[in-house]
T-cell receptor, first 117, second 113 residues
Framework: GAVVSQHPSWVICKSGTSVKIECRSLDFQATTMFWYRQFPKQSLMLMATSNEGSKATYEQGVEKDKFLINHASLTLSTLTVTSAHPEDSSFYIC?????????????FGPGTRLTVL | GNSVTQMEGPVTLSEEAFLTINCTYTATGYPSLFWYVQYPGEGLQLLLKATKADDKGSNKGFEATYRKETTSFHLEKGSVQVSDSAVYFCALSYGGGSEKLVFGKGTKLTVNP
């Protein structure tokens, strides 16, 4: 149980275009979802926390207008990288927390590799 | 601020060898400590956790003890298997109502038969 999927698993796009990444909880209702970014040989860095039906809370230094997060249902959150540039190339990982669990009981998706040309 | 430092990898061992992956942390207050494992092509999975000083987390033959005096949470396993090959992440959550996770950089372990 507690499976989280991400789609796509990898994407290549041209500079200036926007890319949407989906994160789904397959067998539970996720009241909170987290988006992380991971650079090569670096740790996962939390970008934002989103609660279903409300605006996401972004970490310091993360541009909310560039990384649009929507958590419209209890099983789906999306991250849209707007006007992507090569420096946005990274590995994006989502996690989900179920109602009734503490925040630190997070279930992670397999990640999405974004390459911006 | 809150941070986690874990030993650089990669680590390569033979089957049945003893494993230690070092992890130290910096945090205000009393964080909870975690080890996550990421198998190839899969998401991170919680391996074990400890929520207070001197607690020992254990799972699948792995164990780690929360050492407040040395601010450490080293991961150990007495006899590794090929199936343990994965990337291991040490992490902390800094409670106090904010239970976000702060991760180390990860250590890649390869176990050869």
């Amino acid at each position: 149980g507690a499976v989280v999927s991400q789609h796509p698993s990898w994407v290549i796009c041209k500079s200036g275009t926007s890319v949407k990444i989906e994160c789904r909880s397959l067998d539970f209702q996720a009241t909170t979802m987290f988006w992380y970014r991971q650079f090569p040989k670096q740790s996962l860095m939390l970008m934002a926390t989103s609660n279903e039906g409300s605006k996401a809370t972004y970490e310091q230094g993360v541009e909310k207008d560039k990384f649009l997060i929507n958590h419209a249902s209890l099983t789906l959150s999306t991250l849209t990288v707007t006007s992507a540039h090569p420096e946005d190339s990274s590995f994006y990982i989502c996690s989900a927390s179920a109602a009734g669990m503490s925040y630190n009981e997070q279930f992670f998706g397999p990640g999405t590799r974004l390459t911006v040309l | 601020g809150n941070s986690v430092t874990q030993m650089e990898g990669p680590v390569t061992l033979s089957e049945e060898a003893f494993l230690t992956i070092n992890c130290t942390y910096t945090a205000t207050g009393y964080p909870s400590l975690f080890w996550y494992v990421q198998y190839p092509g899969e998401g991170l999975q919680l391996l074990l956790k400890a929520t207070k000083a001197d607690d020992k987390g254990s799972n699948k033959g792995f164990e780690a003890t929360y050492r407040k005096e040395t601010t450490s949470f080293h991961l150990e396993k007495g006899s590794v298997q090929v199936s343990d090959s994965a990337v291991y992440f040490c992490a902390l959550s800094y409670g106090g109502g904010s239970e976000k996770l702060v991760f180390g950089k990860g250590t890649k372990l390869t176990v050869n038969p």
